[in-house]
């Protein structure tokens, strides 16, 4: 996602499997609120087969990240604390959080946490 890539009410999935991060985000993308008022019709969920790599400022306010591969989230250039609200993070792997972050809920009930996902099941034939 480039510099100025913006993104709210969302459902982003990628099945892409790979070694490193099949999602990268440029210092400046944005999802979900940019506001950080919590808007619920803002609400982006992002589900991947790999890890994903980001800016700090990536998650702005109600984001779910499901990933089956690393999480990593850069530290803000600034060195000042940047604030996620309502974001929540689950991977199969490992989280890295580099420094210079603050995360606040949202006034959602602790279902947040875990998202009402509306799901689907996959199937994979086999050989």
Known sequence: M??????????????RISSSSVLNASEGAVVGDPLK??????????????????????????VALIVNGDINIAANSSSTDVEHKGTSM??????????S???NPCSEDMSGLLPNLRTFKMVMPRA
Request: hydrophobic share 35%; glycine share 4%.
């Open 101 to 103: 972050h603050r995360f």
């Open 2 to 15: 480039g510099d100025y890539t913006k993104i709210d009410n969302a459902l982003i999935i990628t099945t």
């Open 90 to 99: 689950h991977s199969e792997q490992e989280i890295h959080l580099s420094a």
């Open 37 to 62: 008022n919590c808007d619920l019709d803002r609400k982006v969920y992002i589900m991947a087969m790999s890890g994903i790599s980001v800016n700090s400022n990536f998650t702005a306010s109600n």
